[in-house]
């Protein structure tokens, strides 16, 4: 079992910056690709980064391309996301993944947080 817990969310205006980040516990957090996924009112969970278990590795959704950037420190157990330049349609609650395989369908992680709230206002 892999325990994931996201903080670093709040209200922002838009063009402005915050980082995301995403605490693992349990079963060896280097074994895992990490992901975010966010989901908006109404709408369907969408993949946003996706991380290798090295850090090697990274895919970003082209809706966030150029300003997001998922990072990992394994050391800490904790996956980042910086985000910049945002804007009102990044509003989402944001959710940290763990799974066996680096990827950004949602099937193929098996572990989630809770979430953290993202605002951004125009």
């Known amino acids: 079992q892999v325990q994931l817990v996201e903080s670093g969310g709040g209200l922002v205006q838009t063009g402005g910056s915050l980082r995301l980040s995403c605490a693992a516990s349990g079963r060896a957090f280097s074994n895992y690709a990490m992901a975010w996924f966010r989901q908006a009112p109404g709408k369907e969970r969408e993949f946003v980064a996706a991380?290798?278990?090295?850090?090697?590795?990274?895919y970003h959704a082209d809706s966030v391309k150029g300003r997001f950037t998922i990072s990992r420190d394994n050391a800490k157990n904790t996956v980042y996301m910086q985000m910049t330049s945002l804007k009102a349609e990044d509003t989402a609650v944001y959710y940290c993944a763990a799974g066996p395989r680096f990827g950004s369908r949602r099937s193929m992680y098996d572990y989630w947080g809770q979430g953290t709230q993202v605002t951004v206002s125009s």
């Open positions: 991380i290798n278990w090295s850090g090697g590795n990274t």
